[in-house]
């Protein structure tokens, strides 16, 4: 395990130290996992796998791995030679955001991912071009059918400033409750939240003040 450590952390031009800082460990967690004096696992196996942009069963075991010509690793199945593939290679991923709940995604400007047990909670690969700020919530309820399951996760980014057809996740200020829906701004009729199931009683909730968009959701994932 040492060794693959080692060998992809070189080739993809990672010093110990700018490794250690990818995945809040230190420049001596490294070394000893690629002298084979302590070995990565659970939570961070996945960080390490996420900063080095492969696979962690590779990382453990050795299997899944293939070779581009440029040098590349893929994945066992996403690029072999001369075999004509109908997908590409997935964009890069930098970093890890945990899944929070609800209740946590109405403070989530004043909590700080330093503040959360990383044991406790589950982690996902942060989408491309989505802030440091991103986090993760669960889709309850059916008012975004049938788009987004219950049970789908959403990548929510506060950092982002919603757009007219966004999906966002905002806070209600009289109740303090989360709602995910669709942003709308239309001249003459001002914002409002929409919910995108045909059937929901009451599709649409006009923005005058009563509640604050906390983020744009950027992403979603299904687990299946």
């Not at 075991?61 to 893929?74: C, L, M, N, Q, T």
Request: glycine letters at 10%; hydrophobic letters at 40%; aromatic letters at 6%.
């Amino acid at each position: 395990m040492g060794q693959r450590i080692r060998e992809m952390r070189k080739h993809r031009e990672l010093s110990q130290q700018a490794l250690a800082e990818k995945i809040g460990r230190t420049k001596g967690t490294i070394s000893q996992w690629e002298a084979g004096i302590t070995h990565p696992g659970g939570e961070i196996l996945l960080r390490l796998a996420t900063a080095l942009q492969c696979s962690p069963h590779w990382i453990v075991s050795g299997e899944e791995r293939a070779r581009e010509p440029k040098g590349r690793y893929f994945v066992e199945g996403a690029a072999t030679d001369g075999v004509e593939q109908n997908v590409s290679p997935a964009p890069s991923m930098a970093g890890l955001v945990p899944e929070i709940s609800w209740v946590q995604a109405g403070a989530w400007t004043e909590v700080c991912h330093v503040e959360l047990d990383p044991e406790a909670i589950n982690w996902y690969p942060r989408p491309p071009g989505a802030s440091d700020r991103t986090f993760v919530l669960r889709v309850v309820g059916d008012s975004m059918l049938p788009e987004y399951t219950p049970g789908r996760l959403i990548f929510v980014d506060p950092e982002r400033l919603p757009q007219s057809g966004d999906d966002v996740v905002a806070i209600m200020t009289e109740t303090g409750e989360a709602t995910f829906k669709r942003f709308i701004e239309e001249p003459g009729s001002g914002k409002m939240l929409k919910a995108i199931n045909p059937a929901w009683h009451t599709p649409y909730i006009t923005i005058n003040g009563n509640c604050r968009v906390v983020g744009v959701v950027v992403a979603d994932m299904r687990i299946r």
